[in-house]
């Protein structure tokens, strides 16, 4: 990948996009994660007005250690950068109290994750709105658009997506161009949505890396027997989650009703 031509073509089409718009800048929720670290920057990078928002939910320091130290790099290297922490830790516990019980707290789990994603979209749109701002998103290609690792209406809802046409390796090879701290390029990727330390690798069963090769032979129009050990549990991960993630990845279906009846 020619990394600096791609930052320059992403920073072009992002300040476009913007001005186009009429939009007077960005408004991104910055986790700790290489993918928001590297979105916040190549936003600060236009020029253009960035609000970075730290949006903690029960999370853990390391993550908002991350977050903190990111950001104050953003500000001292970028003259636009403002940040705001928005603790929606309260928010979270009193949507908990007003949802009806259920026997076991476990069967709630993963709604729960999607909800906290949910909390943060619209805080993101409030200051948007707010301040004629566009939502950038986080989201890479083989999240986006490989197995569907994100949140419907959550961290997929976004205004656009400056970095979903990169794998996660060249997300990472931005990152160390740009001079992203370390900490955040050495951390394990977590979606921050659990309360715990579980990584990305732990939900999906498979790394970035061995994910993205999935991708690549999919495109090629492998199938899960040209493979075997390893790679085979991998490719067949990887389909599994595409297949039953389509609902994210698809245009919303629409009831078109029959000329005749109208």
Partial sequence: ???EKVIEYIVDWLKNY????KMDGFVIGVSGGIDSAVTSALCAKTGLNLLCVEMPIHQASSQVSRAVNHI?????????????EVNLTPVFDSLIIALPKVEKEEERFMSLANTRARLRMTTLYY??????YLVAGTGNKVEDFGVGFYTKYGDGGVDLSPIADLMKSEVYEIARFLGINKEIIA???????WGDDRTDEDQLGASYDELEWAMRMDEKGKSSSDFSEREKVVFDIY????KANQHKMLPIPICEIPKEFK
């Fill in 18 to 21: 913007a001005q186009n718009a």
């Fill in 1 to 3: 990948m020619q990394t």
């Fill in 127 to 132: 200051f948007a709105a707010f301040n004629k």
């Fill in 72 to 84: 104050a790099w953003l500000k001292k290297n970028f003259p636009k950068v403002e940040k705001i």
């Fill in 187 to 193: 951390a394990a990727p977590t979606d921050g949505l």
């Fill in 239 to 242: 389909k599994r989650l595409n």
